[in-house]
């Protein structure tokens, strides 16, 4: 495996086998959907660490509120600007301390998104007393509205100060997971359930993948819960509980179809949540073993998506397979 750079805007996927390489400018970097940073394809990046952190200092800084309300509107929007992004990225990293053993306990995401935000808001009030006297240091003329904040920690004052962040970083991100399907911190949202052929309010039964187009591709001797799919050039093998067949379909179309059921792990294999009985391999090139006996590469491009989904816990699947017979030990 081989990681090239060409320039300082070049995209490099780093993965199993030669992979296209895109500059941020091009059209088909923001249309690919495989990972860019923390599980989320380039337009969802964009989207999370830059448009909504920009909205939300535009926000505060246009109608010059707090502090600057007697400052020029462009010093209103660069603190603004500059307490947005440093906030909403606190919060996005301490959210990301807490997932993993939140979610392993089955904690919602509304209430681990309020827990990293808490723990964010220390360092947050850290940085915003920096920050103000950092600013009227750059810039000792504006005027100084309010008093500068000191080393002492008010309670009501801090609680004041960060009960608008409390609210906010829950909500946006909420309103990405279950609006835009967005993945966030390793939860991946419900797939849309799609109405039956009648029209009625039931959904598509699970065994059926909800994929009727994929689906009537499948022989009927194969037709079953699917377990993997593997992309082969212009055909795509499925993997079923009752078997396996080639058929002719992109792997991209299978994916949107089968939506949150499962997890992209390669550039060219998904694998569907609940088929994985095993990790083998090493810890640096780790190999997901299914129920049926295949095992699935996983790609460095996908590897952050899969930890996060919880699929590569080594110490879970070892003490599982263990505990089952039938199972060469690693």
């Known amino acids: 495996m081989r990681a090239t750079w060409r320039g300082p805007l070049d995209v490099c996927a780093l993965g199993d086998g030669p992979m296209p390489r895109f500059r941020i400018w091009e059209r088909e970097f923001w249309r690919s959907d495989e990972p860019c940073l923390a599980g989320l394809n380039p337009r969802q990046t964009l989207l999370h660490y830059v448009l909504i952190p920009l909205l939300l200092g535009f926000l505060s800084g246009w109608p010059q509120v707090g502090r600057t309300i007697a400052w020029p509107k462009v010093h209103a929007l660069a603190f603004w600007m500059g307490m947005s992004f440093s906030g909403w990225w606190l919060n996005d990293a301490f959210c990301r301390l807490v997932a993993g053993p939140l979610r392993r306990r089955r904690v919602p995401l509304g209430a681990t998104l309020l827990a990293g935000a808490l723990l964010a808001s220390f360092p947050s009030d850290l940085f915003l007393r920096l920050w103000v006297h950092g600013y009227h240091a750059m810039f000792p003329t504006l005027p100084i509205g309010r008093p500068l904040p000191d080393a002492s920690l008010d309670p009501a004052e801090f609680l004041k100060t960060h009960f608008y962040g409390y609210l906010a970083w829950p909500a946006v991100c909420l309103g990405l997971f279950h609006i835009a399907r967005m993945p966030l911190f390793g939860y991946r949202p419900e797939p849309h359930a799609p109405a039956t052929a009648r029209g009625d309010a039931h959904a598509a039964p699970v065994g059926a993948q909800a994929a009727s187009g994929l689906m009537a591709r499948l022989p009927a001797s194969a037709r079953g819960r699917i377990l ?55 810890r640096a090139a780790p190999r997901l073993k299914l129920v049926n006996a295949l095992e699935v590469p996983v790609s460095r491009s996908f590897r952050n998506q899969a930890e996060m989904a919880g699929l590569l816990d080594f110490e879970a699947r070892e003490g599982k397979a263990q505990g089952e017979p039938g199972l060469a030990a690693r």
């Open 228 to 282: 993997a799919l593997a992309s082969e050039q212009h055909y795509l093998r499925v993997h079923t509980d009752q078997g396996e067949a080639l058929v002719l379909y992109r792997l991209k179309d299978a994916i949107h179809e089968l939506g949150a059921q499962g997890l992209q792990v390669h550039r060219s294999y998904w694998v569907a949540h609940g088929a994985v009985h095993a990790v083998v391999g090493s």
